[in-house]
């Protein structure tokens, strides 16, 4: 709120979604609002915690302009950020990512977004110039008419909704317009982090794009474990073995044993 609260106009409102929260994130946030009288911003609040794409999708419900422009709450904008935004001409059969920062190293974090890697169902950031496979959702810009895949909970889901709008004929565009990211402040890197992305990796490699043979996934992913457990890995092992289990069993969405 404090970096984007200047930027905002009579046309341009913030919508926040307070996902679920177990601490008194939506009474600070409530208060600040309220005492600095920031009448362009809306407050959502989930009783739970709907994952990334669940959050997403209930904001954009909210939204009343064509454009959306999500962000996650570790990027910061420069504060003439929305000024050259407003500045480019939109086209509606596109969806934009940004030339995204590392905020520590001051050096580019990633083009945008991501290119995948079908032989090693992975992927890798994207180099200025090129364009991505799909657009980061961590600041992702886009018409209000589209939404998130709920089935991954945690990660995937903007490659999922890339894939889905090259399908239906919209292209993918880097603007070069900067701003920072404080990198995976979130979650971090623990069990709940390898396990979802791992999950669902499979997911949509295997299941939503149809370009990756279940048997193919399933052996990378085997190879992937032995690289673990060869470095001691152990938290990191355990979780593709809980990811793969789940992905055989058919289980989506959030997986209810883990503390989130």
């Not at 409102?13 to 809306?42: M, P, Q, T, W, Y």
């Not at 083009?111 to 995948?116: D, F, I, P, Q, R």
């Not at 200025?128 to 589209?146: C, E, W």
């Not at 992305?197 to 048997?215: E, Q």
């Amino acid at each position: 709120i404090d970096n984007v609260k200047n930027q905002l106009t009579e046309t341009i409102k913030l919508i926040v979604v307070e996902n679920g929260s177990n601490n008194d994130s939506f009474d600070r946030i409530s208060s600040k609002v309220i005492h600095e009288a920031l009448g362009r911003v809306e407050i959502i609040k989930s009783d739970i915690n709907l994952g990334f794409g669940g959050a997403c999708n209930l904001g954009l419900e909210a939204v009343k302009t064509e454009w959306v422009l999500m962000l996650n709450p570790d990027i910061r904008l420069e504060n003439d950020f929305i000024q050259k935004l407003s500045s480019v001409k939109l086209d509606t059969i596109k969806f934009y990512g940004f030339n995204t920062v590392d905020a520590y190293q001051k050096s580019i974090y990633f083009w945008g977004g991501y290119c995948v890697n079908w032989v090693c169902l992975n992927i890798k950031r994207t180099k200025k110039g090129l364009t991505p496979d799909y657009i980061n959702g961590s600041a992702f810009l886009v018409t209000r008419d589209v939404r998130f895949s709920e089935r991954y909970f945690l990660y995937w889901e903007d490659a999922e909704l890339s894939h889905r709008l090259l399908i239906e004929g919209r292209k993918p565009e880097v603007l070069d317009i900067t701003l920072y990211d404080l990198g995976s402040t979130t979650i971090g890197k623990g069990f709940m982090a390898y396990y979802y992305y791992h999950r669902n990796s499979l997911i949509y490699y295997i299941n939503d794009t149809g370009k990756v043979h279940p048997a193919y996934g399933i052996l990378i992913k085997l190879g992937i474990l032995f690289t673990y457990v060869f470095r001691g890995k152990w938290t990191e092992s355990k979780a593709l073995i809980a990811a793969v289990y789940d992905y055989l069993r058919k289980i989506d969405g959030k997986k209810n044993s883990i503390i989130h």
